[in-house]
């Protein structure tokens, strides 16, 4: 059976400059140029547009040796993930039905169902103001006027990965920082064309163990840099960047007009 006379569906994930495209139709579909292979299996829930940008999530079940899936296998990837839905009518038209970003992802034996999230859910969220205290507020790295920028490719560390179980990956080069250096920074990667990163929890010697597991070769060459507590000694000892502490560090912790309230 052609296009004419039956409506399909295109499903168009991206990463980056990367592309994952199926169809729901039983045949390869064309779509400005680009080929959408087709999925049996592959399905999605309905469409809602309600009030609360929350509740208007679209789960698609795909069957679990998707190749698309090989993104999830034993991992997280660290960048965002965008699905576009579009519709080919009867007369061959197209038209973009939905679109949005994957949030979570729930295995089962023979399936796999991937939930999404309009881009209005993260507007809906309060931002955090920032407060007078005494640790500096600043994501580190964050450059602009009033924001830490520290170096970061000053402080950036080469390293080669020669040992690699779960969360846990080794390198000399690691070795040559105190304990502690990379704890709260991150180690990054090229993937294809993509970038992958993994946020260090624990640094001890040639270790760094990782939030969520890496799936990396050994011989593979990271770029890992070094977090920061927020407090004015590491600013000044670690990054030099005192100039830039967004924190109050001499703010008294006693208050001076006594514990009553004076209202």
């Not at 999605?44 to 509740?55: D, F, L, Q, T």
């Not at 034993?74 to 576009?84: F, K, N, V």
């Not at 000399?172 to 180690?187: I, L, N, R, T, Y």
């Not at 507590?229 to 030099?240: A, P, Q, S, V």
Request: charged share 20%; proline share 6%; aromatic share 12%.
């Amino acid at each position: 059976m052609g296009w004419f006379g039956r409506k399909s569906e295109l499903y168009d994930w991206q990463r980056g400059p990367q592309h994952w495209r199926y169809t729901t139709d039983d045949r390869p579909q064309i779509y400005l140029q680009q080929t959408y292979t087709p999925v049996a299996g592959m399905k999605r829930g309905s469409i809602s547009e309600s009030n609360e940008p929350n509740k208007n999530t679209l789960d698609v079940t795909v069957p679990v040796d998707l190749s698309f899936l090989d993104l999830f296998r034993g991992r997280t990837p660290t960048e965002r993930l965008l699905l576009t839905v579009y519709e080919r009518k009867r007369d061959n038209s197209v038209v973009r039905r939905w679109i949005g970003e994957i949030g979570n992802v729930t295995w089962s034996d023979s399936k796999v169902v991937l939930r999404h999230f309009p881009p209005s859910a993260s507007q809906t969220t309060n931002g955090l103001k920032e407060c007078w205290q005494k640790n500096c507020p600043h994501m580190v790295y964050s450059a602009g006027l009033g924001l830490c920028n520290a170096a970061q490719e000053t402080m950036r560390v080469n390293a080669t990965v020669s040992a690699v179980s779960g969360s846990v990956v080794q390198s000399s080069a690691w070795a040559a920082k105190p304990d502690g250096w990379f704890d709260g920074g991150w180690v990054q990667w090229g993937e294809g064309t993509a970038i992958e990163r993994r946020f260090v929890i624990q640094h001890t010697g040639d270790t760094l163990t990782l939030m969520t597991p890496a799936l990396l070769p050994v011989g593979t060459v990271v770029a890992t840099y070094p977090g920061c507590d927020g407090t004015i000694d590491t600013c000044i000892n670690k990054f030099g960047n005192w100039l830039n502490y967004g924190g109050f560090p001499w703010w008294p912790t006693k208050n001076p007009m006594g514990n009553e309230a004076i209202y």
